[in-house]
């Protein structure tokens, strides 16, 4: 059913000495420094979205220490690197999710924990869970459970790392390269009205990570119905208060 | 006290009509009254008997009688009694009336019910959604709202064919029940 | 302005950066002994800044956002150069502790133009909160600096230096002035925002207060500032009061230590409320300076 498998991706990651425009093996030294230290120290969003949060905080105290890892919480999304998604996504807090997401500055990791996110899970009757996390935003690794233990969480954050140090974790750069597609599963959820406040479009065209799948109808329609958006009205005194005076 | 207050109640539950009384264990009691009287009944359980707080109001679907029943749940922390009103209102109009006066948490309840059941509750101060925001059909607690149908109509299922399970069917393996025929 | 200074200029910093970073190694490995844990590999903190300043999107919110954190991390590079360490003295001849004291101010003043920009609610309630925690630790950490420099008779660190050094374990600080070296302890506490003084930072409560919309480069300046305000700290007091550093070794010994105290109570403790931390440092710490001062002064 995803169509994703047919957008044409960069298969291997770049390995030093063998870019076709250099033959320095030094040329890529920095990326591979700070690719080491982006797999060495991952900052997650303490953002757990169902029932599976619970299998976090025995990951990170004393008894299976993420910290070992280099992982450790951060509150805001701006800060963090690692989304977790864990459990079963209401159609309420996939809009919230998404919002999330655009807020983080990448490389962004997003990790689907618990069977929900893979395929609906032990909710897949329910007419208000989104089935297919992948469908909405870009997944890099799943982890399948009802819920994983820590110890599964743990391998799977290892995997992440690995992924993270070949170079394969470039899953952010697919929503920006496949905005529309994207687009366009939120649209069906939420309706056409569907906006962030981010400017996913704007941003591409800014890293240069714009290609023919970015726009397209769904973006279209988003711009017919984009408003812009205005900033919450800041009161002073309550409403009470201003009816009786 | 107590045996004064349950003496009490049964004088109270004696002087109205058309009413059923059954207690079902030591603590529970239930009460099955018309429609338009479970408001006055409320009224007096809370003045005359004690029963100040409102557990929870409940609905119960019954499709094939075209009807809806309310339960209301009324506890008493002197008997330490809970008693559940029950009554039933059609289900064409689905509209009742507001206990929001008696009690107030019952506006909570009233508001989930009317989400999810349809029922509209006259006199209620918010009868927004809160919980369904993003739905837009029929309120989904009714028995004709097929979830699962739903569900197919609306929404796709990924085609899950991990190497795992191409390797255990390789050998001959595999899963009995396959998820198409369970969906 | 000769090689050699210019030479201690850019060296002076570049010391700083790599002792506050173990600073910041040690600081999370007592908070992992604390809670029976194992805490991070060595050269994490160096991993978290590198990965920091290597994020591919930026998110600015302006101008003076950037300007804000180009003002937290140069104003504690500014006040490297006037802390003397063995071998080096910088400008420390030139400008003493008042100008010391000027310089540690900047930091908090640039962060809170900066967040000002940021414009969210969370980040303007940290950093109001943490001006009015600055306001509540710089009386008692300006009674016990002028203090130690009415002690030693001068506002040069590096004579205060000179002067423990040659007359020996009795003549340090500590020894002289034990009231204000208590007060400077805890005025050291609330200066470097850990328990009980955390409020203006609180993760739970405001989403870490300043830092909530910093994200890549500028979360990485605030790390930076982290260490450099953690070896400020440090160098200071134990200048002031543990007799500096003869050599290079003595003098790593005591920075490690006094940091370690107030780390060990760190993790050991929730949080005063602003009004109770206002309260609290303007009570305890200047009642301590002021008992000292006139141990001192008679």
């Known amino acids: 059913m995803s169509t994703l498998d047919k957008i044409p991706v960069r298969e291997q990651p770049v390995t030093p000495g063998q870019s076709t425009k250099r033959s320095n093996p030094l040329a890529h030294v920095f990326d591979d420094l700070v690719a080491f230290c982006r797999a060495k120290s991952l900052f997650m ?54 919002l999330t997401y655009e807020q983080m500055s990448s490389p962004k990791y997003v990790i689907g924990i618990c069977s929900c996110t893979v395929n609906g899970g032990m ?10 996390l992948k469908d909405y935003l870009p997944v890099d690794l799943y982890i399948a459970g009802c819920m994983p233990r820590p110890e599964a969480v743990i391998d799977g954050l290892k995997e992440l790392i690995a992924d993270i140090k070949t170079g394969r974790a470039d899953n952010w750069k697919r929503y920006f390269q496949n905005y529309d597609y994207y687009l366009g599963n939120q649209q069906k959820l939420f309706g056409d009205d569907w906006q962030t406040p981010t400017d996913i479009i704007a941003e591409a065209r800014c890293y240069q990570l714009l290609t023919d799948q970015t726009l397209g109808k769904h973006t279209a329609l988003l711009e017919q119905h984009q408003q812009p958006l205005e900033a919450l009205e800041m009161r002073l005194r309550n409403k009470e208060k201003q009816a009786r005076d | 006290m107590t045996k004064a207050l349950d003496t009490l109640l049964d004088s109270l539950l004696g002087e109205l009509e058309n009413i059923r009384v059954q207690r079902v264990t030591q603590r529970r009691i239930r009460v099955d009254v018309d429609a338009d009287a479970l408001p006055t009944l409320l009224e007096l359980l809370q003045g005359r008997a004690g029963y100040i707080h409102l557990s929870a109001i409940s609905c119960v679907d019954w499709v094939d009688e075209l009807q809806f029943e309310l339960v209301y749940h009324v506890w008493s922390y002197e008997t330490r009694t809970l008693i559940s009103a029950h009554t039933r209102i059609p289900r064409e109009p689905g509209v009742y009336i507001s206990i929001y006066d008696l009690y107030q948490p019952a506006a909570f309840f009233e508001r989930d019910i009317h989400e999810m059941f349809g029922v509209y509750f006259e006199g209620s101060p918010n009868m927004e959604k809160f919980i369904l925001t993003e739905w837009n059909g029929p309120p989904p607690m009714r028995k004709e709202f097929d979830s699962e149908q739903f569900v197919h109509q609306h929404f796709e299922f990924e085609n899950y064919q991990p190497d795992w399970l191409r390797e255990l069917e390789a050998r001959g393996g595999g899963i009995t029940k396959r998820p198409e025929d369970i969906r | 302005m000769t090689l050699e200074l210019l030479a201690e200029l850019l060296l002076m910093p570049l010391v700083a950066f790599i002792i506050g970073m173990l600073m910041v190694l040690m600081m999370r490995k007592i908070a992992a002994g604390i809670q029976r844990r194992i805490g991070p590999p060595f050269f994490q903190p160096l991993y978290d800044i590198i990965k920091l300043y290597g994020k591919q999107t930026q998110i600015s919110h302006g101008l003076i956002h950037e300007i804000g954190v180009i003002m937290a991390v140069g104003g504690y590079i500014a006040a490297e150069t006037l802390l003397p360490v063995p071998g080096m003295n910088g400008i420390a001849d030139k400008g003493g502790i008042i100008t010391l004291a000027y310089m540690m101010m900047v930091p908090s003043l640039g962060l809170a133009l900066g967040v000002g920009q940021c414009a969210n609610p969370n980040g303007s309630i940290g950093i109001s909160r943490a001006l009015t925690a600055m306001l509540a630790y710089d009386i008692p950490f300006m009674i016990v600096m002028f203090g130690a420099g009415y002690l030693y008779d001068t506002t040069n660190l590096a004579d205060m230096i000179a002067i423990q050094q040659q007359q020996g374990l009795a003549s340090w600080g500590i020894v002289q002035t034990p009231l204000l070296a208590f007060a400077g302890l805890i005025a050291m506490q609330a200066m470097l925002g850990k328990q009980p003084f955390e409020v203006y930072v609180a993760p739970a409560e405001i989403a870490t207060g300043p830092m909530v919309e910093m994200s890549g480069k500028f979360l990485g300046g605030l790390f930076v500032m982290q260490c450099f305000q953690l070896y400020t700290v440090a160098v200071l007091y134990t200048t002031l009061f543990l007799g500096g550093g003869e050599n290079w070794l003595t003098f790593l010994v005591k920075i ?43």
């Open chain 3, 256 to 298: 490690f230590a006094v940091i370690a105290i107030p780390m060990a109570i760190a993790f050991l403790f929730p949080r005063y409320r602003t009004e109770d931390l206002l309260r609290l440092m303007w009570k305890w710490p200047v009642v301590l300076g002021l008992m000292g001062l006139a141990v001192i002064m008679k």
């Open chain 1, 123 to 132: 909710y897949w009757q329910s007419y208000a869970t989104a089935k297919v």
């Open chain 1, 45 to 98: 969003l303490h953002y757990c979205t169902g029932c599976g949060a619970i299998e976090l905080p025995p990951a990170m105290t004393s008894r299976y220490d993420m910290e070992q890892l280099g992982i450790q919480p951060m509150v805001t999304p701006r800060q963090a690197d690692i989304l977790l998604i864990t459990g079963y996504v209401s159609i309420k807090t996939l809009k919230r999710i998404i």
